[in-house]
């Protein structure tokens, strides 16, 4: 199991963007597939994007078009540049192996209307 800690969230206006960072740890990050989840507050955790080793990437419909999802290997680094922000995006952003059931600390992201 990897260390992961995201970063990059924070408050911004609706339309605006952000880019998240997750840092793993760990030997085995370039053979495994990641994912970016979201939880907001009364709501069920759920995926919002994830990429495979060989870099395929999958999105959730209510992200499709706004947000992109990338891994850098060599920094063991897996990156969600988030653009046309809506306030419904509000949630607590987490990564995780895909399918392990553990997350980070997760970043909080805010957007204002």
């Known amino acids: 199991q990897v260390q992961l800690v995201e970063s990059g969230g924070g408050l911004v206006q609706a339309g605006g963007s952000l880019r998240l960072s997750c840092a793993a740890s760990?030997?085995?990050?370039?053979?495994?597939?990641m994912g970016w989840y979201r939880q907001a507050p009364g709501k069920q955790r759920e995926l919002v994007a994830d990429?495979?080793?060989?870099?395929?990437?999958n999105y959730a419909d209510f992200v499709k078009g706004r947000f992109t999802i990338s891994r850098d290997n060599a920094k063991k680094t897996v990156y969600l540049q988030m653009n046309s922000l809506k306030p419904e995006d509000t949630a607590v952003y987490s990564c995780?192996?895909?399918?392990?059931?553990?997350w980070g600390q997760g970043t909080q992201v805010t957007v204002s209307s």
């Open positions: 995780s192996r895909l399918g392990s059931g553990y």
């Open positions: 990429i495979t080793s060989a870099g395929t990437t």
């Open positions: 760990g030997s085995i990050f370039s053979i495994i597939a």
